[in-house]
């Protein structure tokens, strides 16, 4: 059974950049969907960003800052993250659609502070 390995993540002061990327344990020949979510503490989980069947969508509250990537051939999805504020605090989850059906992550903790 496909997993998902995520990496990334981490401890960054406000304003700076992380980026997270994964991939199927897996390969599969095309994923129909590749995103990344985030929950924060006493939070629902939100969509981050994501790209389904081509077209990409990203969450209200990220757009202009964080910038999402998808390579069908290399299998993995990546979440570059700029301008982060303490707000984007949270554990994010790599989540991706393909020929193994719909698989999630473990979640990867990024933490924005001073």
């Known amino acids: 059974q496909a997993q998902v390995v995520e990496s990334g993540g981490g401890l960054v002061q406000p304003g700076g950049s992380l980026e997270l990327s994964c991939k199927p344990s897996?390969?599969?020949?095309?994923?129909?969907?590749m995103g990344w979510f985030r929950q924060a503490p006493g939070k629902k989980r939100e969509l981050v960003a994501t790209i389904v069947r081509g077209e990409t969508i990203y969450g209200d509250s990220v757009k202009g800052r964080f910038t999402i990537s998808g390579d069908n051939a290399k299998n993995t999805v990546k979440l570059q993250m700029n301008s982060l504020k303490p707000e984007d605090t949270a554990v994010y989850y790599c989540n991706l659609i393909g020929g193994f059906g719909s698989i999630w992550g473990r979640g990867t903790q990024v933490t924005v502070s001073s």
């Open positions: 897996l390969y599969t020949s095309r994923m129909s969907t």
